[in-house]
Structures are given as C-alpha cells and as structure tokens.
C-alpha cells in the first residue's frame, strides 16, 4: 500500500447501532497513526494518535485498534448517535522519524440515522 | 491546546482574481501548516509556513501559485493566485501541538472558496 486508504467512503446507520471503519496505511517506516473527527462548518478534532503496534485506545464510545506490521487501524463506535455523525479522517506519519509528511486518507462520512 | 481563528469562513471568487486567507493562532508555534481539500479527495498538505524563513512547499505546490506569509509566531496567511475553478476547495490551518510527530494537529474551522 503505498497511500493511506479508508473504507468504507460512506456509512449510513441508525441510532444505537455499533459500527467501525478500517484506515489502511503503508507499514514500511512507520511512525504514527492519527485519526480525526471533522463535523460540517466545524475544525476537524483530534481523536487519537496512536504509535505503537497492538495499541488501542478509547474515549467514551469510540474506540481505536492499531496494527503496524500490517498495515491497518479500525475505528470503532459503540451505540451510535446522531451527534457522532462525521467525517472521520485518518493520517499517517511516516518516515520513521517525528518529522515525516502526515498523510491523509479520503475519510469516511458517518450518517447516524434518528 | 490552540485556538485557530480562520477567515474567511467561505467565499465565491471569479476566475482570474487572487484571495488572501489569514490565520491566527493563541499561542506561539514554529510551523504553521496550510493544508487544501478538494471535492472528494484527501486533506493535502500545500505548505509548511516557517517564521523567519521561506515556506516549504511540497510537490506539485509553488509559491507563484500559493504565496505564504509568516511574519510572526501566531500568525499566516495563504494567498490562492490566479483562481481557476479547480482551486474550489476547503483550506485548513493547522498547527502541531505537542512532542514533534507524536503530537496532534490542531485546526482551523476552514475556508471554503468557491471558484466560478
């Protein structure tokens, strides 16, 4: 993989329902992993960063897994809400160093349904 | 964290004319970073805008195109020359918060230019 990839493009779901995303990124000198929350008119917001492979990380309903060696995070929402919905990027830094190009991927777009 | 204030929010330019965005940061950063989102496409970094020194641009950016400014810590501003209708884009500020690499990016609200 040479570009960071994200599906799916977009999701559509209802309120309560659980669901995640898959952020594909090149393992080769690896540094970070990002992933962002970017509501409409609004900043996109940081939602994690994650640097070491097996990681995971949570914050409230969301939830993140990564894997470096091959190349791949999940995002995960437990009991969607309307409020969640988003696009939601993630980037990668490469380069093996704390100064690599972050890379974004196309994000996916999360409707929660009432 | 960092509070990024961002104008304009969104404007429609006419082919042919130039638009200045301006950015302003709470705190004192050494980089400063212009990203660009087009319809459909990823959140592309343009430029790193240094203070006291030259932007750095990354392939297929220049400065003709998109000049920089930097004339101190806490502020930007990108200029978008010359618009032609695929320069229609979201244009986000940022700035790294944090150990270098490690750390967040924090963002502007964006400005969307709409070109006709």
New interface residues.
Partial sequence: ILN?EQSPQSLHVQEGDSTNFTCSFPSSNF??L?W?RWET??????LF?M?LNGDEKKKGRISATLNTKEGYSYLYIKGSQPEDSATY?C?S?AGG???????????TILTVHP | SAV?SQKPSRDICQRGTSLTIQCQVDSQVTMMFWYRQQP??????IATANQGSEATY?SGFVIDKFPISRPNLTFSTLTVSNMSPEDSSIY?CSVHMG????????????SRLTVL
């Fill in positions: 960071v540094y970070a990002h962002y008119a609004k900043s996109p917001e940081a960063v640097t990027l980037a830094r160093t704390s100064y690599g190009k972050l890379t974004f991927g196309q994000g | 990024i459909g496409q990823s959140l592309t970094l990354e986000l150990l270098a690499g490690s750390g967040e990016l924090f963002f502007g609200e964006g």
